[in-house]
């Protein structure tokens, strides 16, 4: 398989990391995090010029026609800024869903809206009794004349409380972990019912509570056929682990050539620190790790149109089980070869580890696709 990039990647990936070399620097993150969404709006406008923000839609929606490979040089860039903005939530999962739930109308509607910047989407599926249990849905919709009403709560949402539509799941018909019955919704964020309550998660980034109320939606609000939306949640979801693979990627880059400068810099007894050898090799051991999380963040790439669902989710949950272990290894590598700084609000790399173990958790923890993993081979 050939893992070059052609002329239109590289310069997609020069592009987007020339922007985010000048305008995210650590000290301007720190200024993101105090605006009033959490991130930078005018960023979030270049990245609409830039064509970030319509580069997975077809050419007809106003998009640039791209695939996961785009998606993945995006993301790593992202993950080497620890960007803030919300483009996971908005253009990887909510654009997601559009494209495959979503009809004719609501592609032609929304698609263009989310590449020119004026339409944030949010992904408003887990609950706070289902952990990693894709089924596990209480939240329901009942019909209600020619539309529908829903009830129930959202937990965790990923930039649930600055997203202008959500697109949640609710249960339309069977019990309770039924894998059919599922539906998806698309509901303006500021409809009647609708409470948020926003907050700052570990790693910077924003989330939501969201409870939902005797939510009225209309028929032409349902995304894709009604009690039929677990597949297209489970293809929401594998998207969502190739782009978070390749962020962790671009993370442990950023951790690993901060520690190799911290090594040669760092002096103790009159010499740089990293001229000792058990040092020497950790810092070898952080690249190989780097370089097979790299091969599987790659991996999720290319699987993710994988038209066979089983082989797709193997795929994915190789993946996901690869990058969480390389980046829980290079991550408290570069914290522990730092020492006690690494842990200080002021020094970088401490933010780059905390987004990482944010990223563990993320569609199923590491154990939980080993498990997935085994019930394959069982």
Excluded: C
């Excluded at 944030?120 to 289902?130: P, T, V």
């Excluded at 018909?173 to 019955?181: F, L, N, S, T």
């Amino acid at each position: 398989m050939d893992f070059d990039l052609n002329d239109d990647q590289r310069l997609l990936q020069d592009s987007v990391t020339r922007l985010l070399a000048d305008r995210y620097a650590f000290d301007a993150r720190k200024r993101y995090l105090q605006e009033p969404e959490g991130w930078s709006t005018e960023l979030w406008s270049q990245y609409a010029e830039l064509g970030l923000l319509g580069l997975p839609f077809a050419e007809e929606y106003g998009g640039f026609g791209g695939g996961p490979v785009e998606v993945m040089l995006v993301m790593q860039a992202f993950g080497r800024a620890i960007a803030l903005e919300p483009y996971l939530s908005t253009v990887v999962l909510g654009g997601t869903a559009i494209k495959l739930a979503g009809s004719d109308a609501h592609k032609s509607d929304l698609l263009p809206q989310i590449g020119e910047g004026k339409l944030k989407l949010a992904f408003a599926h887990g609950e706070r009794q289902s952990r990693y249990d894709v089924t596990d849905v209480l939240t329901t919709a009942k019909a209600n004349g020619g539309g529908w009403v829903l009830d129930g709560g959202k937990s965790v949402v990923a930039h649930g409380d600055s997203a202008d539509k959500l697109i949640v799941s609710a249960r339309t018909a069977g019990e309770r972990e039924d894998p059919y019955g599922i539906t998806l919704f698309l509901v303006d964020a500021k409809a009647n019912g609708v409470a948020r309550r926003g907050y700052t998660m570990r790693d910077g980034t924003r989330a939501a509570e969201i409870a939902l109320s005797g939510v009225k939606v209309g028929k032409e609000d349902v995304l894709g056929d009604p009690g039929e939306a677990l597949p297209v949640i489970e293809r929401i979801m594998e998207a969502g682990i190739a782009a978070t693979s390749a962020e962790v990627v671009g993370a442990m880059e950023t951790i690993h050539s901060m520690t190799l400068e911290y090594l040669k810099t760092r002096e103790q007894f009159g010499q740089p620190i990293g001229r000792n050898q058990v040092l020497q090799h950790r810092s070898a051991d952080m690249f190989v790790a780097l370089e097979q999380g790299r091969s599987m963040a790659m991996l999720a790439a290319v699987s993710v149109d994988e038209p066979d669902p089983k082989e797709r989710a193997h795929a994915i949950s190789m993946a996901k089980v690869g990058v969480g272990q390389a980046g829980k290894f290079v991550s408290q590598q570069g914290i522990q070869l730092h020492g006690g700084i690494g842990m200080t609000e002021e020094y970088a790399v401490g933010h780059y580890f905390r987004r990482v173990m944010v990223i563990e958790h993320m569609f199923g923890d590491t154990a939980h696709h080993l498990a997935r993993l085994a019930d394959q081979v069982s």
